[in-house]
């Protein structure tokens, strides 16, 4: 099975090589339909629940705008490298053979690719800024539900965090509306911000937080965005 895997990784990460370097852009977003649904195809015969598709569909629709927004062809070759080895690791976690830190490593760089995706469409003005947020939302309660899925969290009690990271989040993503700070640090914030509730709720849920825990989570936390905010650049009003 893992050889299986590795040999799709390898050449779904040629495919796209091709798709995105060697065609025009049409015929990638074509490619990553084909894909999406071929991916559909393939739960519903399998009989797989869902919820083990959430991240994938997630990764499929991250990487399709992310390549065409972004226009640095490294940061394009970088991504699609990602979500090659993405692909082995979360499609081996439906036959258990990956770890869940690597599936929360998925979930923590699909948001990021999402929301900084948001950020450029809003800066582009092809999305305003509350419907910018109900897709972050929406991307980020998918995420955090699979991650309590796999914890065997109950649903009314994922939801319960759900809605509470939501609050948190709508919180700090008013904030970052006004300040002058470029896109890619305004994402770090919101993605270590992601970190630092599901690292705390993680360690609550498994019986493991402790103050040393906490402090840990909070000095990382802190430490992260001190260096995203004298790293970002700030632009004069």
């Avoid at 393939?42 to 226009?71: A, D, E, M, R």
């Avoid at 990271?165 to 270590?192: G, V």
Wanted: charged residues 10%; hydrophobic residues 65%.
């Amino acid at each position: 099975m893992k050889i299986k895997l590795i040999l799709s990784s390898l050449i779904l990460f040629l495919l796209l090589n091709y798709f995105v370097f060697y065609l025009p852009i049409n015929y990638f977003f074509f490619f990553s339909l084909f894909l999406f649904f071929i991916s559909l195809l393939v739960f519903y015969k399998s009989k797989i629940s869902f919820q083990k598709g959430i991240p994938f569909f997630l990764l499929i629709i991250s990487t399709c705008i992310s390549i065409w927004l972004i226009k640095n062809l490294w940061l394009k070759e970088a991504i699609i490298f990602l979500f090659s080895l993405l692909f082995y690791f979360i499609f081996a976690d439906l036959y258990t053979l990956s770890s869940f830190r690597f599936i929360s490593f998925s979930c923590f760089y699909i948001q990021f690719l999402f929301v900084l995706s948001c950020f450029l469409l809003t800066d582009l003005k092809i999305l305003s800024l509350p419907f910018a947020f109900l897709l972050i939302a929406g991307s980020f309660s998918a995420s955090l539900y699979y991650l309590f899925w796999h914890e065997h969290i109950s649903i009314l009690e994922s939801w319960l965090y759900i809605i509470l990271f939501i609050l948190f989040s709508l919180e700090i993503f008013s904030i970052l509306i006004f300040w002058p700070i470029d896109l890619f640090s305004k994402t770090m914030i919101l993605i270590i911000s992601f970190y630092l509730y599901w690292g705390i709720l993680f360690n609550y849920l498994n019986k493991m937080l402790s103050p040393k825990v906490l402090i840990k989570f909070l000095l990382i936390s802190a430490l992260l965005f001190a260096l995203v905010i004298a790293q970002g650049r700030w632009e004069i009003i």
